[in-house]
T-cell receptor, first 116, second 115 residues
Framework: GAVVSQHPSWVICKSGTSVKIECRSL??????MFWYRQFPKQSLMLMAT?????????EQGVEKDKFLINHASLTLSTLTVTSAHPEDSSFYIC????????????FGPGTRLTVL | AQTVTQSQPEMSVQEAETVTLSCTYD???????LFWYKQPPSRQMILVIR??????QNATENRFSVNFQKAAKSFSLKISDSQLGDTAMYFC????????????FGTGTLLAVQP
């Protein structure tokens, strides 16, 4: 299958700082990318859907000013957690697919964020 | 609302035995896709098997097979000859088109394969 990478794989930051997580599709053009959040022993919670060149669509309850998503190219999407607080500590996973309708999603390996 | 339900939070199976994980879903759509994903301790999501709703034949991938009952909206995963490497969290998921156009995940089943 296609490969999706995430960077960094883990990050520790101080409360109040901003953190950027990158998601890259390495061998295909990702028309659509998704960002998920996962708490320990829980399921994946979709945060937002981003289509290349368009503004991200956020799920209900997700603060778009806190979780900034940029999908500026067909191979790169970024998630910036602004003014991070300890409650933002979580595992963040991105996925990517080719096309805007159904197609298989390929998942990145995830990024563990710890906010002190 | 479109939902996916996994009623077994945890399951255990002996190595080489067979285990079945349950999943039910709710939708009024005719065209959709169903998936089983595996998330091992590394937390990398791995696609195990996929089923298109319009196909009557149950999908099979080596030791993994599904029992797709469209009328009952049931989509169970059978793992044959369980191996230690099958130990993982398993998520059932569905993809609906139209305005939804995203994966909806169940709550997961933690499977432990015992030696």
């Amino acid at each position: 299958g296609a490969v999706v990478s995430q960077h960094p794989s883990w990050v520790i930051c101080k409360s109040g700082t901003s953190v950027k997580i990158e998601c890259r599709s390495l061998d295909f053009q990702a028309t659509t990318m998704f960002w998920y959040r996962q708490f320990p022993k829980q399921s994946l919670m979709l945060m937002a859907t981003s289509n290349e060149g368009s503004k991200a669509t956020y799920e209900q309850g997700v603060e778009k000013d806190k979780f900034l998503i940029n999908h500026a190219s067909l191979t790169l999407s970024t998630l910036t957690v602004t003014s991070a607080h300890p409650e933002d500590s979580s595992f963040y996973i991105c996925s990517a697919r080719f096309g805007r309708s159904y197609n298989e999603q390929f998942f990145g390996p995830g990024t563990r964020l710890t906010v002190l | 609302a479109q939902t996916v339900t996994q009623s077994q939070p945890e399951m255990s199976v002996q190595e080489a035995e067979t285990v079945t994980l349950s999943c039910t879903y709710d939708t009024s759509e005719n065209n959709y896709y169903l998936f089983w994903y595996k998330q091992p301790p590394s937390r990398q999501m791995i696609l195990v098997i996929r089923q298109e709703a319009y196909k009557q034949q149950n999908a099979t991938e080596n030791r993994f097979s599904v029992n797709f009952q469209k009328a009952a909206k049931s989509f169970s995963l059978k793992i044959s000859d369980s191996q230690l490497g099958d130990t993982a969290m398993y998520f059932c998921a569905s993809h609906y088109g139209g305005a939804t156009n995203k994966l909806i995940f169940g709550t997961g089943t933690l499977l432990a394969v015992q030696p």
